[in-house]
Nanobody, 124 residues
């Protein structure tokens, strides 16, 4: 089992930056694809970004490409999401997930473990 705990969310103004962290425990995540998803009130969960085990391959939703950067530190068993130039439409609960898949996958049903999420609110 892998336990995931997110942190770093908060209330910021449009244009600001935040860095989310996802700390894993129970098992090393070095062999897992790691992803970030988000869910706004009344909306479905959507893919944000994912990274392969070594960090050499990433994938981003078109809505965040160029503004968000996913990274990982396997020695610290932690994944990060650097979010720059935040917009009000980025407001959501951000959730970290781990996948046993060998590809950088983007669908939520391809992920095996989930965190509880951290809230990001961007005021306009």
């Amino acid at each position: 089992q892998v336990q995931l705990v997110e942190s770093g969310g908060g209330l910021v103004q449009a244009g600001a930056s935040l860095r989310l962290s996802c700390a894993a425990s129970g098992r090393t995540i070095s062999s897992y694809v790691m992803g970030w998803f988000r869910q706004a009130p009344g909306k479905e969960r959507e893919f944000v970004a994912a990274i392969n085990w070594g960090g050499s391959s990433t994938n981003y939703a078109s809505s965040v490409k160029g503004r968000f950067t996913i990274s990982r530190d396997n020695a610290k068993n932690t994944v990060y999401l650097q979010m720059n130039s935040l917009k009000p439409e980025d407001t959501a609960a951000y959730v970290c997930a781990a996948s046993k898949n060998w590809r950088v996958v983007t669908r939520s049903n391809e992920y095996d473990y989930w965190g509880q999420g951290t809230q990001v609110t961007v005021s306009g």
